[in-house]
C-alpha cells in the first residue's frame, strides 16, 4: 500500500536534471520499516509501505507555441509511515518475512514505475504557454489514479491470499516495465 503526494517547486537546473531520482536507491530491508505494535487499527496487516512523489520543475523553455518542461520526479521511501508490526518477527518464520519483504518491494517499485511514468509523458508533452501548470498537476494526478489502481491490484492478486504464481507474474512485470521506462 502506498501514499502519495504532489509537490511543486521550480528550481535552477542540475545536473541532475530530468531524471527520476529515487530514495533509497535500493531495494528495501527491514531496517527501512519502523517497527508499530498495530498498522492502522489492523490486525491482519503485517506491513506496508508508504512513498511519496515530489515533481520539481527545473526548467521551462518557450518554443513558438508552446513550451516544454524539465523536471525531475523524487519517489523516497516514507520511513515513519512504513511500518511492520513487531510480533510479525517474533510469530514468523524466515521464509514468510523474506515473502513480505519481497512483497513490499514491489509496492515501492510501483512508486517507481509512476515516477517514470510522470518523466515520459512529460517529456513528450507539449504545454501550454498559460497552463502548463493545471497541464502539469493533470498528467500527476492522471498517474496518481492509476498507482491506487496498480497497488490494490497487486495486493487483491498477490497477497489475498498468498498466490506466488501472480507475485512472479508482478515481478516479471516490474522489471519489464521499469526497462522499458528507463530506456527512454
Not at 40 to 64: F, H, P, V
Not at 66 to 76: A, D, G, Q, R, S
Not at 141 to 146: A, I, L, R, S
Not at 150 to 162: E, F, G, M, R, V
Request: net charge positive; proline share 3%; hydrophobic share 35%.
Amino acid at each position: 500500500m502506498l501514499f502519495s503526494e504532489i509537490g511543486l517547486k521550480i528550481n535552477n537546473p542540475t545536473k541532475n536534471e530530468g531524471k527520476v531520482l529515487i530514495h533509497p536507491n535500493r531495494p528495501l530491508n527491514w531496517d527501512d520499516f519502523k517497527r508499530v505494535d498495530l498498522i492502522g487499527d489492523r490486525s491482519t496487516i503485517n506491513a506496508i509501505t508508504q512513498s511519496t512523489c515530489e515533481i520539481d520543475i527545473l526548467k521551462i523553455t518557450q518554443k513558438k507555441e508552446y513550451v516544454t518542461l524539465v523536471v525531475n520526479v523524487k519517489i523516497n521511501l516514507q520511513k515513519e509511515l512504513s511500518q511492520v508490526k513487531n510480533n510479525f518477527f517474533n510469530t514468523r518464520d524466515e521464509q514468510t518475512k523474506k515473502r513480505v519483504l519481497h512483497h513490499e518491494n514491489g509496492h515501492f517499485l510501483i512508486a517507481q514505475i509512476i515516477g517514470h511514468r510522470i518523466l515520459k509523458e512529460v517529456n513528450n508533452f507539449q504545454f501550454d504557454k498559460k497552463a502548463h501548470k493545471a497541464q502539469l498537476n493533470n498528467i500527476i494526478q492522471d498517474n496518481f489514479k492509476d498507482w491506487k489502481r496498480l497497488d490494490s491490484q497487486y495486493d487483491a492478486q498477490s497477497t489475498k491470499p498468498h498466490h506466488p504464481e501472480m507475485q512472479a507474474r508482478w515481478d516479471r512485470f516490474f522489471q519489464s516495465e521499469l526497462e522499458s521506462l528507463q530506456k527512454e
